[in-house]
């Protein structure tokens, strides 16, 4: 399809597994942004790539979390020893630039942490 | 600190009915205010206002901006049950974006 694909769409795991979030955005669009979504609370701001560049690292929420991107196309969240606060959905977006609007958005990888 | 409120958190209406979603922001950099339906899965694009009170239209939803007042309104008039949703708010910086809560809206029949 022509959206922003994400995968999995649903991911469980145990307390202190890695877990890898990927991401498609849509062709052409050179930004790539990550959010998190804690239930029933708004998006959270992690990490945007303008390119295959991350120029703020800072809305990561600790060193266990580390984001790549390939190029202009791929990116991928990692989780490092997963805790149960980490279980939220993470909802990837892009846009053709940085800045531009709208973000067109995935349709998220729930992550569950038992 | 930089933060985006919505209000009201949820919000209960039958079909027919008006309803009137807010917004309120403090931001360091100002550059637009997005609003967003997420119902399942992945938010969907309403408007986007950059200006002060131009009302943004499509169908039975319009939305305006004041910011002097640092607010914006989302209204919903003759609400179906296909409005049910979560009503997000973004406002975007220099930098990055920041949503609020949202609001919970769940029209019944």
């Known amino acids: 399809g022509a959206g922003v694909s994400q995968s999995p769409s649903n991911k469980v795991t145990e307390k202190g597994k890695d877990v890898e979030l990927r991401c498609d955005p849509i062709?052409?669009?050179?930004?790539l942004y990550w959010y998190r979504q804690r239930l029933g609370q708004g998006l959270e701001f992690l990490i945007y790539?303008?390119?295959?560049?991350?120029?703020?690292k800072s809305g990561l929420p600790s060193d266990r979390f580390s984001a790549e991107r390939t190029g202009e196309s791929v990116s991928t969240l990692t989780i490092q020893r997963t805790q149960q606060e980490d279980s939220a959905v993470y909802l990837c977006?892009?846009?053709?630039?940085?800045?531009?609007?709208?973000?067109?958005f995935g349709d998220g990888t729930r992550l569950s942490i038992l | 600190e930089d933060k985006v409120v919505q209000s009201p958190l949820s919000l209960v209406v039958h079909e027919g009915d008006t309803v009137t979603l807010n917004c309120s922001y403090e931001?360091?950099?100002?550059?637009?205010l997005l609003w967003y339906k997420q119902e399942k899965k992945a938010p969907t694009f309403l408007f986007m206002l950059?200006?002060?009170?131009i009302e943004k239209k499509s169908g039975r939803l319009s939305s305006i901006l004041d910011k002097k007042e640092l607010f914006s309104i989302l209204n919903i008039t003759a609400t179906q049950t296909g409005d049910s949703a979560i009503y997000l708010c973004?406002?975007?910086?220099?930098?990055?974006?920041?949503f609020g809560a949202g609001t919970r809206l769940t029209v019944k029949p």
């Open positions: 062709s052409g669009h050179t930004a």
């Open positions: 973004a406002v975007g910086d220099n930098n990055d974006m920041r």
């Open positions: 790539f303008q390119g295959n560049s991350a120029p703020d």
């Open positions: 977006a892009s846009s053709l630039v940085w800045g531009d609007q709208p973000q067109h």
């Open positions: 950059t200006s002060s009170g």
């Open positions: 931001v360091t950099n100002f550059r637009s």
